[in-house]
């Protein structure tokens, strides 16, 4: 039974990682019987193709760890006595698992109030980075100047004054330094002037969506959405059993119109509309804050991915022509910088921050210091500003290549997305199934994103599909559109052949 544990090993992890994660599962499945010895490093490193020293030192690890015990000329056997001690159990003969259901465990079905898991959300593949051509959106290219910047700005956090300011906890505080970075560099790019009472430190953007319908979201309250739009806002607002109101869009972004009449709250993405890319209009801007004030709702700007036209100048935020207060702005830190260290900004009304301010302290008080420290000095030394003329450069000449490419190799698409961002919305004759489409890209290292995800309506669309270019290589770039309409035309003669794909 242990074979079924020793699958291929991923690259970019250390071997012996990988073996002793997959050796441990296996003993704490009940694969391997107490009292049977495991496998000779001379066999299992046959088996696996790895030199004998990495198992060795394995086994040497798993028995300092406590869960082997090594026998004269006999070799490593399971240490029962200690796995029954650390889980409290018996083992189980091999053919049943350590963590087996028992009789008497709790039915969640009958106590959980929301099936969260039971939500459509968009899922992305763990492995995107095996792929040779990933148009996929959400991820960047790996930049080694800026890696090292935030090395060196996470190295001066530990040190002196800097790691005084973030070791004790600050309850409901956030470092005064990024607020200040926040308030002095990020918002006037925006051309949003804020006091420190209005901005409130958060660990990303769903976490900003999450603690506002937390605060303002109840049954019954309708809440207008881009259609296509934002599933995690879609689905958040859901959960707080808000009527959601899907609203029309058009090659400007969002219709304001009578269609916004009724609504008590609005969810919108003026500058890179989410996910088709459009950017609204300066008058349109004006004419939905008009709307917010006549029709007294409040609007949610998510400014995720702040404008970076290519062709043109950048127009104010939505929230810097807001004189009532009734725009609450969502800003991201680090989505196109380190996506994973997740933290962002929420810049609202002094009343608003406050509450949201003590709500956030009773799910986790306050992001990690240390980080929020060390990129307040990112942006303090200006290295914030470097990367991000770097990404748009780099950013530019991939949309030229991606535009220039489909318009060669894909004519019978329509894109849009087309001023800027890190992806293009792709819209295929109707006849066009996108998952079918993805499942034949995929066979040639083409990853592509369906966009059915993205509508609310029951008649979702299967003719849309998004393509991030922020974490391609560019040289790769058109190779992988060749290869996307290469798939293309083998699904379009496969439907002339009646085949199935």
């Excluded at 890696?147 to 700005?153: I, N, T, V």
Aim: hydrophobic share 40%; aromatic share 8%; proline share 6%.
């Amino acid at each position: 039974m242990l074979e079924r544990y020793l699958h291929p090993f991923e690259t970019g992890r250390g071997l012996q990682e990988q073996l002793r994660e997959r050796l441990l599962n296996a003993i704490l499945d009940g694969a391997i019987p107490p009292n049977e010895a495991m496998p000779s490093s001379r066999k299992l490193s046959e088996l696996l193709k790895v030199s004998r020293n990495t198992v060795v030192l394995v086994y040497e690890q798993l028995v300092q760890d406590g869960y082997l015990t090594p026998s004269d000329r006999r070799g490593y056997f399971i240490n029962e006595k200690f796995l029954r001690q650390q889980l409290n159990v018996s083992l189980r003969p091999s053919s049943q698992k350590l963590f087996e259901r028992p009789d008497h465990a709790p039915d969640w079905e009958r106590r959980l109030q929301t099936e969260s898991a039971q939500m459509r959300a968009i899922v992305k593949p763990r492995n995107w980075r095996e792929y040779r051509y990933p148009f996929i959106y959400g991820q960047i290219e790996a930049d080694e100047q800026t890696a090292a910047r935030w090395r060196d700005c996470a190295r001066i956090a530990s040190t002196g004054a800097h790691m005084r300011r973030w070791v004790d906890d600050q309850v409901t505080l956030d470092d005064p330094l990024l607020v200040e970075q926040i308030i002095q560099r990020v918002l006037p790019k925006r051309g949003i002037k804020a006091g420190p009472e209005e901005i409130l430190v958060t660990i990303g953007t769903q976490n900003s969506l999450y603690m506002l319908a937390q605060l303002l979201g109840h049954p019954g309250l309708v809440m207008g959405l881009e259609e296509p739009g934002y599933v995690d806002a879609r689905n958040i607002f859901t959960l707080t059993g808000c009527e959601l109101k899907p609203l029309r869009l058009d090659s400007q972004g969002l219709v304001v119109d009578q269609q916004l009449e009724g609504c008590e709250m609005l969810f919108c993405t003026p500058s890179h509309q989410s996910p088709t890319g459009v950017t609204m209009p300066l008058y349109r801007r004006l004419e939905l804050l008009a709307r917010a004030r006549e029709q007294d709702f409040l609007v949610i700007e998510d400014d995720y991915e702040s404008e970076q036209n290519y062709l043109g100048s950048n127009h104010p935020a939505l929230k810097s022509f807001d004189d009532s207060g009734r725009v609450i702005y969502l800003g991201s830190l680090t989505k196109t910088l380190l996506p994973g260290v997740r933290l962002g900004f929420i810049a609202a009304d002094p009343e608003l921050i406050h509450e949201l301010r003590a709500l956030r302290r009773y799910i986790y008080r306050h992001p990690p210091s240390n980080n929020q420290r060390t990129l307040a000095l990112f942006l303090s030394m200006g290295h914030y500003d470097a990367h991000a003329r770097r990404l748009r450069d780099r950013l530019a000449c991939k949309w030229k290549l991606i535009s220039r490419a489909l318009a060669q190799h894909l004519p019978d698409v329509r894109v849009s997305g087309m001023a800027g961002g890190s992806s293009l919305w792709v819209t295929c004759p109707p006849e066009i199934d996108a998952w079918v489409l993805q499942r034949l890209v995929a066979r040639r290292g083409v990853l592509i994103e369906p966009g059915d995800i993205h509508f609310l309506g029951t008649e979702r669309p299967q003719y849309h599909f998004r393509l991030g270019f922020g974490a391609i290589a560019q040289e790769l770039i058109e190779p992988g559109i060749v290869a996307l309409a290469q798939a293309w035309e083998e699904m379009r003669q496969a439907a002339r052949q009646g085949e199935a794909l």
